[in-house]
């Protein structure tokens, strides 16, 4: 009964520990859903207002830019300055005023009028309202002071006049005797833009260099500031009358940040938003796009909640599915491992059968050598039977000398046997595949003492180029030597069909691998085959020469050896095999030193 209370009580404790655990990822599942989902609505967020922002800030440069030329245009006007010359043949000032009026139509500006040095308005486009310019004094205005100083005049303004807001164009009118003649403004409408952005679905604000709002998505935001004016700067606005008599109060309820930053959030009368800011460098702007916070706040509200519920559905379907989870488990881990076991079991075998298979071709290359190798060793073996037979006869007539140099070249000669042997048999023992630093010569060299009995039988030639520089690469030094031995045999039976057989062997460097050519002057492939040419059991050599699987398995140990084998046809005939290779560390780091 004790033991019973123990297993029970521990069992008790493992379930709670899982609650508890189950209930920490369930709160970091929410909280992450929230913050996750508020992160991608705040950048989606901060998207928009670019985009808002670019677009309102181009509607104002474009308003602007688009009229910006015109007082400089009007002051090229020869009859404008005649007229400020009073010429005899000078037109008179209603002609005058009917032309600003005709040219104000045109251009879509507010008004258009002239003035003299002393800033007294002489001509205007609305000279015909009652608020007309004409003899208004506009000295002291900006605009005229820095077009007076031969400056471009730009300036932002209420109009005293016509209390009009709008964005002044002025420049000089002067002659080559005359310096100043008087001053044309060009007063621009910038409130249409104001009225088509009203219709978005955004808040915005344009404020001057002094921070106050002249143009706003909401009218009780107009001529506000978003930051305290000093006593004396407010003076010296009033006395330029850029806005009138509007006291130039703070927005209400506006938190501003201590440091503005892009793409932040404020509160402005009890709204939260987030604001994007942009300058407008020439104009003496800031623009500023705020959107609704709720974009952020509310998805992220709404995937909290839709994150809780399926918490809790998650934690019903877990209640229903935990007496059935350990069985299921074990059942799985049986399986999966049954399955590794026989992956295993698979691969091992996969791994055997291409090692026979490797050693199936080589023993099938040194098959077909085999004639040719034989001729090589018959050769040395019938000279020293006969230098034997000689050294014996003088040896029995006193000649040691003579017996003496037929031993040498009895000597000679096994010892030219014993490198073919020992070539043969370094060259059929197996390997495992396994990928190192290796000689680019010594594979090279072995490869030539294999196929030269096999060449020695034909009058192909076969010549060589190599690159003395590569000296190492990354491979494996016996599949390396098998597939040269492959490319070899085949050239030089393709070769020897041809009355001059040619075949070239020569290495490469190409970036950081290594290219080993084997071309030959034989018939070439046929179109036909060439997609076939590296399947196994694929051959275009008659039947018992061979068994279409030395192109096949070279192919696979390149492949194998992180490297690549290729065949094309020679522009001029026969057929090229190309076999790229890594570089070995080796080699690059002894060129770089």
């Given at each position: 009964m004790i033991g019973f209370a123990f297993f029970t009580k521990k069992r008790q404790l493992s379930k709670t520990t899982l609650l508890g655990l189950f209930l920490l990822v369930a709160a970091l599942v929410i909280v992450t859903v929230y913050f996750s989902v508020s992160y991608s609505a705040h950048t989606r967020l901060q998207e928009s207002a670019k985009n808002y922002l670019t677009r309102l800030t181009s509607s104002l440069d474009a308003a602007l830019a688009r009229h910006s030329y015109l007082p400089i245009l009007l002051a090229q006007e020869p009859f404008i300055q005649d007229f400020l010359q009073k010429k005899p043949e000078a037109i008179s000032t209603e002609q005058l005023n009917l032309y600003l009026e005709r040219i104000n139509q045109i251009a879509g500006t507010l008004d258009i009028y002239l003035m003299l040095p002393n800033g007294d308005t002489i001509a205007a486009s609305n000279w015909s309202k009652e608020q007309s310019f004409i003899g208004r004094n506009f000295a002291f205005r900006p605009y005229f002071q820095k077009a007076i100083q031969g400056e471009l005049g730009r300036y932002y303004a209420v109009g005293t006049t016509s209390n009009e807001r709008g964005y002044y164009f002025s420049y000089l009118i002067n002659a080559q005797d005359q310096p100043a003649l008087g001053v044309i403004t060009v007063k621009v409408n910038i409130a249409e833009i104001e009225s088509f952005w009203k219709s978005q679905r955004i808040d915005f604000l344009v404020t001057d260099s002094e921070g106050i709002v002249f143009l706003a998505s909401q009218d009780s935001w107009l001529f506000k500031t978003i930051k305290p004016l000093t006593e004396l700067r407010r003076q010296a606005i009033r006395e330029v009358k850029r806005y009138l008599d509007y006291p130039l109060e703070p927005l209400a309820d506006f938190q501003w940040p201590p440091y503005l930053e892009a793409d932040q959030p404020i509160w402005l009368q009890g709204k939260h938003y987030l604001l994007a800011e942009r300058s407008m460098e020439e104009a003496g702007w800031e623009v500023y796009v705020l959107l609704d916070w709720q974009e952020v706040t509310r998805p992220a509200a709404v995937a909290m909640i839709l994150a809780t519920i399926l918490c809790l559905l998650t934690s019903l379907l877990l209640l229903l599915l935990w007496k059935n989870q350990a069985q299921r488990r074990r059942y799985k881990q049986a399986v999966l491992e049954a399955l590794e076991s026989k992956v295993e079991e698979r691969t091992r075998e996969l791994r055997l059968a291409q090692e026979e298979l490797v050693q199936a071709a080589k023993m099938a290359a040194l098959g077909q050598l085999s004639a040719a190798i034989n001729h090589e060793l018959n050769n040395p073996l019938g000279a020293i039977r006969a230098y034997a037979d000689n050294a014996s006869q003088f040896l029995e007539r006193g000649h040691p000398e003579l017996v003496k140099a037929n031993l040498q070249e009895i000597s000679g000669l096994t010892e030219r046997m014993a490198t073919i042997t020992r070539q043969l048999k370094i060259f059929?023992?197996?390997?495992?595949?396994?990928?190192?630093?290796?000689?680019?010569?010594?594979?090279?060299?072995?490869?030539?003492?294999?196929?030269?009995?096999?060449?020695?039988?034909?009058?192909?030639?076969?010549?060589?180029?190599?690159?003395?520089?590569?000296?190492?690469?990354?491979?494996?030094?016996?599949?390396?030597?098998?597939?040269?031995?492959?490319?070899?045999?085949?050239?030089?039976?393709?070769?020897?069909?041809?009355?001059?057989?040619?075949?070239?062997?020569?290495?490469?460097?190409?970036?950081?691998?290594?290219?080993?050519?084997?071309?030959?002057?034989?018939?070439?492939?046929?179109?036909?085959?060439?997609?076939?040419?590296?399947?196994?059991?694929?051959?275009?050599?008659?039947?018992?020469?061979?068994?279409?699987?030395?192109?096949?398995?070279?192919?696979?140990?390149?492949?194998?050896?992180?490297?690549?084998?290729?065949?094309?046809?020679?522009?001029?005939?026969?057929?090229?095999?190309?076999?790229?290779?890594?570089?070995?560390?080796?080699?690059?780091?002894?060129?770089?030193?």
């Amino acid at each position: 009964m004790i033991g019973f209370a123990f297993f029970t009580k521990k069992r008790q404790l493992s379930k709670t520990t899982l609650l508890g655990l189950f209930l920490l990822v369930a709160a970091l599942v929410i909280v992450t859903v929230y913050f996750s989902v508020s992160y991608s609505a705040h950048t989606r967020l901060q998207e928009s207002a670019k985009n808002y922002l670019t677009r309102l800030t181009s509607s104002l440069d474009a308003a602007l830019a688009r009229h910006s030329y015109l007082p400089i245009l009007l002051a090229q006007e020869p009859f404008i300055q005649d007229f400020l010359q009073k010429k005899p043949e000078a037109i008179s000032t209603e002609q005058l005023n009917l032309y600003l009026e005709r040219i104000n139509q045109i251009a879509g500006t507010l008004d258009i009028y002239l003035m003299l040095p002393n800033g007294d308005t002489i001509a205007a486009s609305n000279w015909s309202k009652e608020q007309s310019f004409i003899g208004r004094n506009f000295a002291f205005r900006p605009y005229f002071q820095k077009a007076i100083q031969g400056e471009l005049g730009r300036y932002y303004a209420v109009g005293t006049t016509s209390n009009e807001r709008g964005y002044y164009f002025s420049y000089l009118i002067n002659a080559q005797d005359q310096p100043a003649l008087g001053v044309i403004t060009v007063k621009v409408n910038i409130a249409e833009i104001e009225s088509f952005w009203k219709s978005q679905r955004i808040d915005f604000l344009v404020t001057d260099s002094e921070g106050i709002v002249f143009l706003a998505s909401q009218d009780s935001w107009l001529f506000k500031t978003i930051k305290p004016l000093t006593e004396l700067r407010r003076q010296a606005i009033r006395e330029v009358k850029r806005y009138l008599d509007y006291p130039l109060e703070p927005l209400a309820d506006f938190q501003w940040p201590p440091y503005l930053e892009a793409d932040q959030p404020i509160w402005l009368q009890g709204k939260h938003y987030l604001l994007a800011e942009r300058s407008m460098e020439e104009a003496g702007w800031e623009v500023y796009v705020l959107l609704d916070w709720q974009e952020v706040t509310r998805p992220a509200a709404v995937a909290m909640i839709l994150a809780t519920i399926l918490c809790l559905l998650t934690s019903l379907l877990l209640l229903l599915l935990w007496k059935n989870q350990a069985q299921r488990r074990r059942y799985k881990q049986a399986v999966l491992e049954a399955l590794e076991s026989k992956v295993e079991e698979r691969t091992r075998e996969l791994r055997l059968a291409q090692e026979e298979l490797v050693q199936a071709a080589k023993m099938a290359a040194l098959g077909q050598l085999s004639a040719a190798i034989n001729h090589e060793l018959n050769n040395p073996l019938g000279a020293i039977r006969a230098y034997a037979d000689n050294a014996s006869q003088f040896l029995e007539r006193g000649h040691p000398e003579l017996v003496k140099a037929n031993l040498q070249e009895i000597s000679g000669l096994t010892e030219r046997m014993a490198t073919i042997t020992r070539q043969l048999k370094i060259f059929s023992r197996k390997s495992s595949g396994c990928i190192s630093d290796c000689r680019l010569q010594v594979a090279l060299d072995s490869a030539f003492l294999i196929v030269r009995p096999k060449l020695s039988q034909t009058t192909v030639s076969l010549h060589h180029h190599y690159d003395t520089h590569l000296q190492w690469v990354r491979a494996d030094l016996v599949w390396l030597e098998q597939i040269l031995v492959n490319l070899l045999s085949n050239a030089i039976d393709a070769a020897a069909e041809q009355a001059k057989g040619q075949v070239w062997l020569s290495t490469e460097r190409v970036g950081n691998k290594v290219r080993i050519q084997v071309r030959d002057n034989g018939p070439g492939i046929q179109a036909q085959n060439m997609p076939h040419l590296f399947e196994p059991f694929f051959t275009t050599k008659a039947l018992g020469k061979g068994l279409g699987l030395g192109l096949s398995i070279s192919y696979r140990l390149a492949k194998d050896m992180q490297g690549e084998l290729s065949a094309e046809n020679a522009p001029e005939a026969g057929a090229i095999f190309s076999l790229l290779l890594p570089l070995a560390e080796t080699s690059m780091e002894t060129e770089d030193d």
